[in-house]
C-alpha cells in the first residue's frame, strides 16, 4: 500500500543525532479500511478506496451506509482513493495502518489550505498599494489601482488579479521526511509544515 489518510495534529520540534531541532507535524494516520478494490478489468483502472475517522452511524446516508456494509466496514467521514499497479492485494475490510511508514521514507502529504474568505489585492496578491496617506488619500492605501481601458477590450480579462476568496484550495506539500512513527498511537511524525489547519484531513503517499 502505497497511502494512507489522516489529520493533523499540530506541530512540535524534534532533535536529531546532531542535536539539531526539526520544525515537525504530528499526524494522525489511520487506521483506515478498505471500502473497494477497483480492478482494470470492472472499472477501467486499478485503485484501492480507504475509508478514515469514525462517526455515527445514524450520520450516514442509506446509498453510503449500503457502501459501508458491502465492505464490511463501520461508518466512515472520509473516503479517498489510491491508484495502484501489478495488482494489489488488498481486500474490502482490510485494515491498514501507520506500520507501512518507517523512519526516513519521503512522504508527499496533500490536504486544503485554511480558507481566508474575501480578502483584498494587499494580502492575496501582495500588492503595495496604489497611494500615500496624504492629501486626503486614506481610504486609497490598500486600493488595487488600475485594471486597464475602458474604451477597449471593455472587459475584464480573466486571470485578472484582485480582491476575491482566499485558500481552502488543495495543496501538496511534496519530499517531507520521516522523523518518526508510533504504530501503537497511529502517529505519524514528519519534518516540516503540512496544508490546513488542525483537525484537518491528509492524504499521505509515498514520494516516487
Keep these: 500500500m502505497s497511502g494512507i489518510l489522516g489529520k493533523k495534529i499540530g506541530m512540535t520540534s524534534l532533535f536529531d543525532e546532531s542535536g539539531e531541532a526539526i520544525p515537525c507535524t504530528v499526524i494522525e494516520a489511520g487506521p483506515c479500511y478498505v471500502t473497494q478494490v477497483k480492478t482494470a478489468v470492472k472499472d477501467g483502472y486499478e485503485a484501492i478506496q480507504l475509508g478514515f475517522d469514525e462517526r455515527p452511524e445514524r450520520t450516514v446516508n442509506k446509498p453510503l451506509k449500503g457502501h459501508l456494509a458491502k465492505a464490511g466496514a463501520k461508518a466512515l467521514r472520509l473516503l479517498r482513493e489510491f491508484r495502484t499497479a501489478n495488482g494489489a492485494t488488498a481486500k474490502p475490510g482490510d485494515e491498514i495502518r501507520v506500520d507501512i511508514f518507517a523512519q526516513g521514507d519521503v512522504v508527499d502529504v496533500t490536504g486544503r489550505s485554511k480558507g481566508r474568505g474575501f480578502q483584498g489585492v494587499v494580502k492575496r496578491h501582495h500588492f503595495r498599494g496604489v497611494g500615500l496617506m496624504t492629501h486626503g488619500q486614506s481610504d486609497r492605501v490598500r486600493a488595487p489601482g488600475s485594471i486597464g481601458a475602458s474604451s477597449y477590450p471593455s472587459r475584464v480579462f480573466k486571470g485578472m488579479r484582485m480582491a476575491g476568496r ?13 522523523v518518526k512513527v508510533i504504530p501503537e498511537s497511529n502517529i505519524l511524525i514528519v519534518s516540516g509544515s503540512v496544508p490546513g489547519a488542525i483537525n484537518g484531513y491528509l492524504e499521505i503517499t509515498k514520494a516516487r
Design 166 to 178: 482566499m485558500g481552502n484550495d488543495q495543496v501538496t506539500v511534496k519530499n517531507l521526511r520521516v
